[in-house]
C-alpha cells in the first residue's frame, strides 16, 4: 500500500503523462543539489537522533504550524518556544495528536506532499495519518528516529545529497562546519555568507555586530573602508567552508551605487543609529553593488530574497519572536530598484547575481526580460509560498518564454525541514518534466532535446550557477 | 434539446471529467446558501409578479448592459433610467431584441453561461437567443411570469434556496423584512449590516445620515461615544432580522487602530464635512477596527470589498447615477493595509473576518499568505468580475497551496439578478469539482478526502463562516 | 521531414485538438492583416535583396540578440553597431556560427518557433539548426536571398499580406510610402501616424523636431494654435499614404485634458526645454487627449503603447544606441491614468482607442473591465514580451470573461524581423483556436459559433478596427 501516486504531477492527461513519466524516469535518482537553505550544520555535525516526531515535523515547520494556528490553534499547544520562557505544551504526542487530527487543513497544500513523501518513504507509513492512526504512527517514526540509521548523516547519504548549503550569519564562528570538516565525514556540507546582520542598519544590534565583525577579523570595522575590508576578509574565511555564495534578505529589491563618500557617511550614521528609515533602505541598497563587486573578485554568487514583511504581526514578535509563520510577501519592484547595480556591473559575464522573488506577477513583466538580457542575472526558483506544483508550473509559464530555460538554476528547497528534502526536489523534478512534456505535446520543443533540458533542471544548472 | 452542455466545465478530457462529475453529482442539489447578495427584500415581502423579459434580465443586470453599452448602444435604448428622468426607450420588447440581437457579444463570459442556464432551467427555453427568435422567447418568458409559479417566492422555493442574505443600509428601516417575518412565510431571508452611509466622511449626506441614524436608535449620534452606541445598537437591530454580518465596500483596504481621542476628532471634522481625502480614509479605516470589535461582542462576520474605483465615468454618473457599469477594480494593497486591524484583533479566533478583492495579483501574494496565519481571517470567494470560470479556477490554483480550503467561505453569488443565483451556485459547484478532479488525477488528493471537500465547498463553509 | 510539428498548439488532448483543427483549418489560409508593425517601407520601395541570413535573421531581431547577449556574448560579436562606429563581427557567417551554436538558448521561446517556421516554411530548411549544420543551413539561405523569389514584395506576395502598417515619425517625409505608391505594384503597405518626436518633451531635439514640423507643414508650429493645427495638417498628410491609425508610445499610460490655456503653457515651457519630469508627462498625457479629439475628426484610430522601461541600461544606451533588447516592462495602471481622456471622449462610438500593455495583471484588472463598458476602448492583443503562446492564452483567459472577444482587435505582429510576420500570426491562429475549442469542449461556446468567432480573431476584427 502506498500514500502517494507514484505517477503524481506527471500530468493529468495519458498522453502527457506517459511523455513526462520518460523524462521523469530519466531524473529522479540523479543526486540532490541544494545550494540554498537553511539546515542546521550542527546536525550535521553532531549527528545526534533527531528527538521525537513532533520536534522533527511540527514545531520547527513554519509552513505546517501556521495552517495549524490560522484555524485557531495556538501556537504555544503546538510547542512553539515562547520568547519570555513561558508554559508551553510540552508533550511531543499531545502535539502530533493535534497536527495528526488537524491533517484534513493540509489537503491541496505542499506540505501535505512533502509529509506525505517523508512518512512513506523515510518511514515506511503506508497510511495518511489521522486522529485514528496518530499514536501508531507517532510510534513508528519515535522508535525509528532512535536508530542510527535515522541520523542526520546516515540520511544525507540515503538522501542522495550531493553538496547542501546552509546560510550562515557573517559573524558566525562557522564552528558547526569546523567541526564536519574536522569528522572527516565525506559529506559535502558548505556555508554562504549571509552578512543581513552587519548590513542592515535597523538589524537588532547592528553597531554591535559590526564590533563583532571587525574583531573576528582583527580589522577596524568602525571606518568604512575597515568594514569593507572586513566583509572581504570575512568572505573568504566563508569561502574556506565551502562558500560559493553570498544571500541577502532585504525588505525591498533596491540598490544604490553610492559615491564612497556618501555611502561612508551613510555608514556613520548607521552606526550612530541615526539613519533615517530611507537611509537605512539606501545604505543596504549600497550594500548590494558593494558585495557584488566582491563578488567579482571572490568568485561568489550574489543572491538576493527581497519582498518579504517580516514579522507581521507584532503581538506574535513580541510573544514568540521571529520567523514564526508571520512573514507576508508584498508587492515588489525590479526594474527601478535594480539599475544601480546592474549599471554599475551589470554586464559582467563573469558575475552570477541570482533573483528571487514572492510577487509573481514580476515573473513575466521584470524578471524574465530583465534575465533575457543582462549577462549577469539568473533567475532562482519559486520561492518559499511558490515553492509548490501551481507556483512552479506558473513560473515555467511565465519566465520561459523571455529568459529561456539557461537563465534559471535549477531547484533550491530552502527549507530547516530536513526530511522534505527529497520531497522538494522530487516534486521540482515532476512539474518540470510534465512542463517539458507539455511543451513537446504542443510542438514547442523537440523530443530529442527534452531529456537534456530535464537534467539541466534538476541537477546541472544549479551545480553550474553556484559553482558547486 | 439543450441549450447547455450537462457536462460543462466539468473538465476537457474525459478521465478528468469522470472524476468531476462524480463529485458534482453529490453537491448539485444540494440547497443553495447564499450569504452575501444584493436581491430585493421587496420582492420575497410582495411577492409580486416580475414586469417583463426586460426588467427582468437586461436593465437591472450591469454585466448585460454594459457590454452591451461598450459596442457603442446608448444605456437610454436599454431602459437604464436617466437621472434627469429624461426619456429612455420604454417598450420591453424592444430593448429585448436590441439584446437578443447582439447576444454574440457575450460568447465566452459567465454572463452567458447565466442567461442560458436561466432561460433552460427557469423558462424552458430550448434553443440559443438571437434576432430570429427574439419575439418568441419574449412571449414564452412573458408569459410565464405573469403566472404564480415564476414569483419571487415561488422561484426562491424553486431554486431551492435555504437562506439568502440581503445587503441594507444602516439606516434602512428593513420595513421589507419586517413584511416578510410578518407574512408568515417560511424562506430565509436575512439581512446585513452596511454602514458605508454613515461611515464613509465622503458618502452622499454623511452628516444627515448620522443624524437619522441617532433618530432611529434613540442616541445623540453626534458625539463620538453616542455615534459607537448607536452602531451597537443598530447592529442589534439587524441582528433581530437574522443579520449575521456586516459588509463594507471601502475604495481601499486601509484599516487603523486610532487613539479613541483622535477618532473623535476625526469624527467631528467629518460631521462638519472637513476632512481631508486622507483624514475620511483613515476614518474609514478606523471604523472598520471599530466594527471588528463590536464583532467580538455580537458576533457578526466582518466582510471587506475594497479596491473598485465607483462611477468611473463621471460623464455617467451625472447621466444615470451610479452603479451603471462603471466601476472598475484597482490595485489593491492588504499587507500594510490590514496590519492596524490585525495588531488589534487578528488573534481572536472567536473573530470572522472575510477578505475580497478585484486585485487577482494579491491571491497567492498577500491574501493566502495572511489568511493561512491570522486566526480571524478568511477567504472570500472570485468576486465581481472574478465570477466567472476562469476567475474561479485562479482563486484556488492561487490561493489553495498556501491558505488550504478550510480558511475559504464557499461561493457568495453577491448579485442583484435572480435568476442567475442558481446558474452562478453551479458554477461555482462545477468548477470545485473540475479543480478537485485535477488534485486527484495528479496525486495531490486522495479519492476518498473530495466528496466532503466539495461538500464544503459547496455548502458547508458559507454557512459555518457566516454562521447561517 | 519536418522541424515543425503541424498540429502544434493545437492542444495536447486528442479530443480538443481536433476541434481546434478544425476552427484552424477555417482560418490558417486568411490573408494577413498587419495594422499595426515595425518593418521598414524601405524594402517594399527597393525592392532590393536581403543582403545575408545573419543581417536577415539575427543582427536586427532584438528578441534575438538579447537572449544571446543574456548568457554573455557580446553584443558586438553578434554584429550589432556601435554607436561610436567601432570595430564589431563584420562576417556575417561568424554570427551566424554563434547564433547556431547557442540554439539550444531559445528552447521554450516564441523566438525559436518563429525561427523554426521561417526557415522550414521561406526557406525549405528541413533539420532544426545546430552548430553542426550552421553553414549548410547558412548557404541554403544566403542562396535563396539572392533570387528574386526571395527579394521583399515576392515574399509580401507570397506571405499573403492583404494590409501591412509600417510605422512612421510625424516629421518623417514618407518617400518612401511615396516610392512605393509611384512604383504601381500593388501590395497595400500604409504607413501609422507616430508623433513621439513632437509630442514628448524628453524627446531628444524636441523643439528642432517642433520646428521642423512646422516648416513642413507650412505652419508656426511654436504656437499652441498653430502646433495643433501642424498635427492635424501633417495627420491627413499621413492619411494620403492609408494611416488608418496613431500610434504613441509613452513611459505611462497618463492621459490629462487640461484648460487649453495650462496645455499652451506646458507646450511653451516644453519647447524651452524648461518642462520638469511632471510637466512633461503631463504634456504627452494631454496630447493624447488631443490627438483623441483629431480622431473624432479625421478617423484615425488612437492606439496607446505605455509602460517600457527604455534603454535601462545606460551603458549599452551610450555604446550602442537604442532599441537594443534592454527595454524592460513596468507595472502601469490604466484606471487612474485614462480617466480624464475617457472622461473627455470615452462616449464617443464614433472612436476607437486601442489599449496595450505589458504589464499583463492589469487584463483581468483594468483593462478587460474599461474596455467592456466604455465605447471607445478597445484591446490590443498581447504585446512584445506576451506576444507568445502562453501570453496570448493569459490574455484570452483573463480578458474574454469581461470584454468578450469583441472588445478585442485580433493580431498585431508588431515586427521588424519581416520573416516572422506568417510565424506570428500562424501562432496566433492557433492559440486561438486551441482557446475556442476550450470553451467548446467544456461548454461555453456552441460549435457552431466558433468557426465565425476563429475568422474574427485571424482577420476580421483587425481589419474592422484598424479600419483597413
Given at each position: 500500500?502506498a500514500i502517494?501516486?507514484?505517477?503524481?504531477?506527471?500530468?493529468?492527461?495519458?498522453?502527457?503523462?506517459a511523455?513526462?513519466?520518460?523524462?521523469y524516469?530519466?531524473?529522479?535518482?540523479?543526486?540532490i543539489?541544494?545550494?540554498h537553505?537553511?539546515?542546521?550544520?550542527?546536525?550535521?555535525?553532531?549527528?545526534?537522533?533527531?528527538?521525537?516526531?513532533?520536534?522533527l515535523?511540527?514545531?520547527?515547520d513554519?509552513?505546517v504550524f501556521?495552517?495549524?494556528?490560522s484555524?485557531g490553534i495556538?501556537?504555544e499547544?503546538?510547542?512553539?518556544?515562547?520568547?519570555d520562557?513561558?508554559?508551553?505544551?510540552?508533550d511531543?504526542?499531545r502535539?502530533?495528536r493535534?497536527f495528526?487530527?488537524n491533517?484534513?487543513?493540509f489537503?491541496?497544500t505542499p506540505s501535505?506532499?512533502?509529509l506525505d513523501?517523508?512518512?512513506?518513504?523515510?518511514?515506511?507509513?503506508?497510511?495518511?495519518?489521522?486522529a485514528?492512526?496518530?499514536?501508531?504512527?507517532?510510534?513508528r517514526?519515535d522508535?525509528q528516529?532512535?536508530t542510527d540509521?535515522?541520523?542526520?548523516?546516515?540520511?544525507?547519504?540515503r538522501?542522495?545529497?550531493?553538496a547542501i548549503?546552509?546560510t550562515?550569519?557573517?559573524?558566525?564562528d562557522?564552528k558547526?562546519?569546523r567541526m564536519?570538516?574536522?569528522?572527516?565525514?565525506?559529506?559535502?556540507v558548505?556555508?554562504?555568507?549571509?552578512?543581513?546582520?552587519?548590513?542592515?542598519?535597523e538589524?537588532a544590534g547592528?553597531a554591535?555586530?559590526?564590533?563583532k565583525?571587525?574583531?573576528?577579523?582583527g580589522?577596524d570595522a568602525?571606518?568604512?573602508?575597515?568594514?569593507?575590508?572586513?566583509?572581504?576578509n570575512?568572505r573568504d574565511y566563508?569561502k574556506?567552508?565551502?562558500?560559493?555564495?553570498s544571500?541577502?534578505?532585504?525588505a525591498t529589491?533596491?540598490?544604490e551605487?553610492?559615491?564612497?563618500?556618501v555611502?561612508a557617511?551613510?555608514?556613520?550614521k548607521?552606526?550612530?543609529?541615526?539613519c533615517t528609515?530611507?537611509?537605512?533602505d539606501?545604505?543596504r541598497g549600497h550594500?548590494?553593488?558593494?558585495?557584488?563587486r566582491m563578488?567579482l573578485?571572490?568568485?561568489l554568487?550574489?543572491?538576493?530574497h527581497?519582498g518579504s514583511?517580516?514579522?507581521?504581526?507584532?503581538t506574535?514578535?513580541?510573544?514568540?519572536?521571529?520567523?514564526?509563520?508571520?512573514?507576508?510577501p508584498?508587492?515588489?519592484?525590479?526594474?527601478?530598484?535594480?539599475k544601480?547595480?546592474?549599471d554599475a556591473?551589470?554586464?559582467?559575464a563573469d558575475?552570477?547575481?541570482i533573483?528571487f522573488?514572492l510577487?509573481?506577477?514580476?515573473?513575466?513583466?521584470e524578471l524574465a526580460?530583465?534575465?533575457?538580457v543582462y549577462?549577469?542575472?539568473?533567475?532562482?526558483?519559486?520561492?518559499w509560498?511558490?515553492?509548490s506544483p501551481?507556483?512552479?508550473l506558473r513560473?515555467?509559464?511565465?519566465?520561459?518564454?523571455t529568459?529561456?530555460f539557461y537563465?534559471?538554476v535549477?531547484?533550491n528547497?530552502?527549507?530547516?525541514?530536513?526530511c522534505?528534502?527529497?520531497?522538494r526536489?522530487?516534486v521540482?523534478r515532476?512539474?518540470?518534466?510534465?512542463?517539458?512534456?507539455?511543451l513537446?505535446a504542443s510542438?514547442?520543443?523537440d523530443a530529442d532535446e527534452?531529456?537534456?533540458?530535464a537534467r539541466?533542471?534538476?541537477?546541472?544548472?544549479a551545480?553550474?550557477?553556484?559553482?558547486?
Amino acid at each position: 500500500m502506498a500514500i502517494l501516486d507514484d505517477d503524481r504531477l506527471l500530468g493529468t492527461d495519458a498522453g502527457l503523462r506517459a511523455i513526462a513519466r520518460d523524462l521523469y524516469d530519466g531524473v529522479r535518482d540523479l543526486p540532490i543539489i541544494s545550494p540554498h537553505g537553511h539546515t542546521d550544520p550542527r546536525w550535521f555535525a553532531e549527528n545526534a537522533a533527531f528527538p521525537d516526531p513532533a520536534q522533527l515535523f511540527v514545531t520547527p515547520d513554519h509552513y505546517v504550524f501556521r495552517m495549524l494556528h490560522s484555524q485557531g490553534i495556538p501556537l504555544e499547544d503546538l510547542g512553539v518556544p515562547r520568547a519570555d520562557g513561558g508554559p508551553i505544551e510540552g508533550d511531543p504526542r499531545r502535539i502530533w495528536r493535534l497536527f495528526a487530527g488537524n491533517y484534513h487543513l493540509f489537503r491541496g497544500t505542499p506540505s501535505r506532499m512533502w509529509l506525505d513523501h517523508a512518512f512513506q518513504d523515510v518511514f515506511g507509513i503506508t497510511e495518511r495519518l489521522s486522529a485514528d492512526n496518530a499514536d501508531a504512527i507517532y510510534d513508528r517514526i519515535d522508535g525509528q528516529l532512535k536508530t542510527d540509521a535515522f541520523r542526520p548523516r546516515a540520511l544525507f547519504e540515503r538522501f542522495n545529497i550531493e553538496a547542501i548549503s546552509t546560510t550562515d550569519s557573517a559573524i558566525d564562528d562557522l564552528k558547526w562546519h569546523r567541526m564536519i570538516r574536522d569528522s572527516g565525514w565525506q559529506g559535502k556540507v558548505v556555508t554562504a555568507y549571509r552578512p543581513d546582520a552587519v548590513v542592515d542598519p535597523e538589524f537588532a544590534g547592528f553597531a554591535e555586530n559590526v564590533a563583532k565583525l571587525g574583531e573576528i577579523v582583527g580589522e577596524d570595522a568602525t571606518t568604512w573602508t575597515g568594514y569593507l575590508a572586513a566583509h572581504r576578509n570575512r568572505r573568504d574565511y566563508f569561502k574556506s567552508f565551502g562558500a560559493t555564495s553570498s544571500d541577502h534578505g532585504h525588505a525591498t529589491a533596491r540598490t544604490e551605487d553610492l559615491p564612497q563618500d556618501v555611502a561612508a557617511r551613510l555608514f556613520d550614521k548607521a552606526l550612530q543609529g541615526t539613519c533615517t528609515e530611507d537611509e537605512a533602505d539606501a545604505f543596504r541598497g549600497h550594500m548590494l553593488t558593494e558585495m557584488a563587486r566582491m563578488s567579482l573578485d571572490d568568485g561568489l554568487v550574489l543572491q538576493i530574497h527581497p519582498g518579504s514583511f517580516r514579522n507581521h504581526s507584532g503581538t506574535t514578535l513580541d510573544r514568540f519572536g521571529r520567523d514564526k509563520g508571520y512573514d507576508i510577501p508584498t508587492r515588489t519592484d525590479y526594474v527601478h530598484a535594480l539599475k544601480p547595480l546592474l549599471d554599475a556591473v551589470g554586464h559582467r559575464a563573469d558575475l552570477t547575481v541570482i533573483l528571487f522573488t514572492l510577487d509573481e506577477s514580476t515573473y513575466a513583466r521584470e524578471l524574465a526580460p530583465l534575465a533575457g538580457v543582462y549577462p549577469c542575472l539568473r533567475l532562482g526558483p519559486p520561492w518559499w509560498f511558490h515553492d509548490s506544483p501551481e507556483g512552479m508550473l506558473r513560473f515555467r509559464q511565465m519566465a520561459t518564454e523571455t529568459a529561456g530555460f539557461y537563465n534559471t538554476v535549477g531547484f533550491n528547497d530552502d527549507t530547516r525541514a530536513f526530511c522534505s528534502i527529497p520531497a522538494r526536489h522530487d516534486v521540482a523534478r515532476r512539474v518540470d518534466c510534465a512542463f517539458l512534456a507539455t511543451l513537446i505535446a504542443s510542438g514547442r520543443l523537440d523530443a530529442d532535446e527534452a531529456p537534456g533540458v530535464a537534467r539541466d533542471l534538476a541537477y546541472g544548472l544549479a551545480k553550474q550557477a553556484y559553482r558547486l
